[in-house]
């Protein structure tokens, strides 16, 4: 798990860079060069992944999502309910209009 989760942490570290500023493409082909861009991507992944985790925004986003989860399992919980209730009444009522008959 932790290889992947390098991987993907050299992806935002990468896409990172790229924002901040790519210099020296040239130098891509040296495996040592690449070597080390791949650890700082990777290390700027991490830097980048943890400021977004424990920004306030990041946190508010996750707490209104539980919120809103929670409504919407609410409704579908009353909306069942409501759906099995209109089951049994227009059951009744049509046996009750049937022995009427």
Same mark, same amino acid.
């Not at 896409?15 to 650890?39: E, M, N, P, Q």
């Not at 991490?46 to 707490?63: D, F, R």
């Given at each position: 798990?932790?290889?992947?989760?390098?991987?993907?942490?050299?992806?935002?570290?990468?896409?990172?860079?790229?924002?901040?500023?790519?210099?020296? /493409?040239?130098? #891509?082909?040296?495996?040592?060069?690449?070597?080390?861009?791949?650890?700082?991507?990777?290390?700027?992944?991490?830097? #980048?992944?943890?400021?977004?985790?424990?920004?306030? /925004?990041?946190?508010?986003?996750?707490?209104?999502?539980?919120?809103?989860?929670?409504?919407?399992?609410?409704?579908?919980?009353?909306?069942?309910?409501?759906?099995?209730?209109?089951?049994?009444?227009?059951?009744?009522? /049509?046996?009750?209009?049937?022995?009427?008959?």
């Amino acid at each position: 798990m932790a290889k992947a989760q390098d991987v993907l942490y050299a992806v935002v570290g990468a896409g990172d860079f790229a924002v901040a500023k790519v210099k020296d /493409a040239g130098k #891509l082909a040296d495996r040592k060069v690449t070597s080390k861009l791949y650890k700082d991507f990777v290390k700027r992944g991490k830097t #980048l992944t943890t400021k977004i985790k424990s920004s306030a /925004a990041t946190k508010q986003a996750v707490e209104q999502s539980k919120t809103a989860r929670s409504q919407v399992k609410a409704a579908a919980t009353s909306v069942g309910k409501a759906v099995r209730a209109n089951t049994r009444a227009t059951k009744s009522a /049509a046996s009750k209009t049937a022995k009427a008959s």
